[in-house]
């Protein structure tokens, strides 16, 4: 069993930069996929970045491409997502998901992902 907790978010003025963390207890980290999503006051719970297990292959909402990265370290059961030139409409909780490895696509509902961190503020004023 992974148990995702995040840290790193905050207070910030737009442009400024985030990085985000991840850490995952349990044993088997390198064997699942990892996802970052985000939920905003009144708004549906979005993905915002996914890595597969290797690192390979990686997806992006279209609203953070180039603007956001994401990574991972499975030596240190840790992943990443580095946010750059934020942005007031990226204010909201970020929440670090995981799901068993499986074949990659271009959809990451949230409904496949079984394991949740309790969440980080990330806060961009104006």
């Known amino acids: 069993q992974l148990q995702p907790v995040e840290s790193g978010g905050g207070l910030v003025q737009a442009g400024a930069s985030l990085r985000l963390s991840c850490a995952a207890s349990?044993?088997?980290?390198?064997?699942?996929?990892m996802a970052w999503f985000r939920q905003a006051p009144g708004k549906e719970r979005e993905v915002v970045a996914a890595?597969?297990?290797?690192?390979?292959?990686?997806y992006f909402h279209d609203t953070v491409k180039g603007r956001f990265t994401i990574s991972r370290d499975n030596a240190k059961n840790t992943m990443f997502l580095q946010m750059n030139s934020l942005k007031p409409e990226d204010t909201a909780v970020y929440f670090c998901?995981?799901?068993?490895?499986?074949?990659?696509?271009?959809?990451?509902?949230?409904?496949?992902?079984?394991?949740w961190g309790q969440g980080t503020q990330v806060t961009v004023s104006s």
């Open positions: 890595i597969d297990w290797a690192g390979s292959n990686t």
């Open positions: 349990g044993l088997t980290f390198s064997t699942y996929d």
């Open positions: 998901a995981a799901r068993a490895a499986r074949p990659w696509a271009v959809v990451h509902p949230s409904s496949q992902y079984n394991y």
